[in-house]
T-cell receptor
């Protein structure tokens, strides 16, 4: 069966520090991968999606970036975090059907 | 205009009540449609897909009107455990692959 792993579950980072969130999928090959962010009391905002290794589509201009170095690995990064980067970050995968989400990382930038 | 719009609620209903949520979407090229459920501080989980002919899953009924670009979810005989945020979702196909666009969600609170 397919599983999606996302870590860490919670993170507190100072403004200006770097960020790296990792997401991996098991049990499938060539999935579509997605990064979403949900600010407190808000809806999910699509940040990046990828249909294959090295292929990244960006939805919203920001100080975040994404990379897909391996088929089942999706990384969200920032060189310098802003206060506005705080939120609930969710990784998801799909393969022609519905999405399955990871359990999310709750990021607080202080 | 938001791509997917929902009434944020909250809808406060007693146990056993019937409640309906509505959603509109702006992109007529939307391919498929879903309702997701999100519990507090948890990831969203698929509740059901939505088909043009309408579909039912137990106490839940979903309807799609492509002409009006309108989606609905009906919950009958509400349970306390139905309390959650319900997200209306459309799937768009782009040249880079498909992507899900989420509404901001409708909060449901079922009270005894």
């Amino acid at each position: 069966s397919q599983t999606i792993h996302q870590w860490p579950a919670t993170l507190v980072q100072p403004v200006g520090s770097p960020l790296s969130l990792e997401c991996t999928v098991e049990g499938t090959s060539n999935p579509n991968l997605y990064w979403y962010r949900q600010a407190a009391g808000r809806g999910l905002q699509l940040l990046f999606y990828s249909v294959g290794i090295g292929q990244i589509s960006s939805e919203v201009p920001q100080n975040l970036s994404a990379s897909r170095p391996q088929d089942r690995q999706f990384i969200l990064s920032s060189k310098k975090l802003l206060l506005s980067d705080s939120g609930f970050y969710l990784c998801a995968w799909s393969r022609g059907g519905g999405y399955t989400f990871g359990s999310g990382t709750r990021l607080t930038v202080v | 205009r938001k791509e997917v719009e929902q009434d944020p609620g909250p809808f406060n209903v007693p146990e056993g009540a019937t409640v309906a949520f509505n959603c509109t979407y702006s992109n007529s090229a939307s391919q498929s449609f879903f309702w997701y459920r999100q519990d507090c501080r948890k990831e969203p989980k698929l509740l059901m897909s939505v088909y043009s002919s309408g579909n039912e899953d137990g106490r839940f009924t979903a309807q799609l009107n492509r002409a009006s670009q309108y989606i609905s979810l009906l919950i009958r005989d509400s349970k306390l455990s139905d309390s959650a945020t319900y997200l209306c979702v459309v799937n768009l196909w782009t040249e880079y692959g498909n992507k899900l666009v989420f509404g901001a969600g409708t909060i449901l609170r079922v009270k005894s």
